[in-house]
């Protein structure tokens, strides 16, 4: 691909990668905000009957104890960090695309060129991460003074009684969790794509024909597509969950509100079995696949369409 191709295509891929975050994570922050809550609150120095007992008691309650802005708390620590994180990882994903061409398409390329581009935008906006997390788990009510008022606050505090661990706080269990979610993810959707769109279709020789058969027939593909990446995002993050069980609880752990934090990984599982069981890896499963499938699927759909476009453009 030619220079100014490959400047164009990857400025595309970062704009569309971008508004797309910003669209979806916007929408489904109320449940973000109540996936991390169930997933973390059992370390809350707050008494039983202050926490949310689930995805519609917090809805129920959330406006009266925190107030009607708390739902959406913690949002805008995450649209800023979608734009450097999305710049970064498509950015290195289009470069690597051009450099490794070598079983370019295979379930060990896709794994290996989604693994390091992800890691890499996850490494330099994971301090972002950190402070979403504590803004969004902060169960402060109306009429007390909130642990963290803001991006900047927290930063600030995190800064002084942490230090530059307190923002790197479960990262090795991520970067573990990231390549199996996004090697599954991959080629659970290609898998079921593939059949689907050969077997299900046989009138469309595969994929690429169908698009080329539909042109820009919009809702047709869409709604394919969103059933395909609906089912592929729920197996992936049923396999996976419990490692962001593991995350979400490192991440509060010793925060303002918050139990004082584990010295290990081990014992951040051990305490997990001992309180909850082994279920307890699965709190607020629910929430993340109403949340996950949506979102998701809306970021796979439109990168699908932008990857068929580019092929046609060029």
Not at 94 to 106: A, F, V
Not at 229 to 255: C, D, H, N, R, W
Not at 257 to 268: D, H, K, L, M, W
Request: aromatic share 14%; hydrophobic share 40%; charged share 20%.
């Amino acid at each position: 691909m030619a220079k100014e191709d490959y400047t164009k295509n990857s400025t595309i891929a970062s704009a569309f990668g971008i508004a797309t975050g910003i669209i979806s994570k916007t929408l489904v922050s109320p449940l973000d905000r109540i996936q991390l809550i169930l997933q973390s609150q059992s370390l809350n120095k707050l008494p039983a009957n202050e926490k949310y007992n689930g995805m519609f008691n917090f809805l129920w309650n959330v406006r009266s104890r925190e107030g009607i802005r708390a739902i959406w708390r913690g949002n805008f620590a995450t649209i800023i960090n979608i734009l450097p994180r999305t710049t970064i990882r498509l950015h290195f994903h289009l470069w690597l695309r051009n450099r490794i061409t070598k079983n370019q398409g295979s379930f060990v390329w896709e794994m290996m060129t989604s693994g390091i581009s992800s890691g890499v935008s996850l490494l330099s906006t994971y301090p972002l991460d950190i402070i979403r997390t504590r803004l969004m788990t902060d169960l402060s009510s109306k009429r007390d003074t909130r642990n963290y008022k803001g991006v900047i606050d927290c930063f600030k505090k995190i800064s002084n009684e942490e230090g530059i661990k307190g923002f790197y706080k479960g990262s090795i269990i991520t970067f573990l969790g990231l390549v199996p979610y996004l090697g599954l993810s991959t080629y659970t959707f290609n898998l079921l794509a593939d059949y689907y769109f050969t077997t299900q279709k046989q009138a469309f020789l595969g994929i690429n024909e169908y698009y080329n058969v539909m042109k820009w027939n919009y809702p047709y593909w869409i709604l394919d597509f969103f059933g395909v990446a609906s089912v592929a995002t729920g197996i992936s993050k049923f396999l996976v969950y419990p490692l962001e069980t593991i995350k979400a609880k490192m991440q509060v752990s010793g925060a303002r509100g918050y139990e004082a934090g584990y010295s290990s990984y081990r014992q951040c599982v051990a305490d997990i079995v001992k309180r909850e069981g082994v279920l307890g890896f699965y709190r607020g499963f629910f929430v993340c696949v109403v949340k996950a499938a949506p979102a998701t699927t809306l970021y796979m759909t439109i990168f699908e369409w932008f990857n068929q476009y580019t092929k046609m453009a060029l």
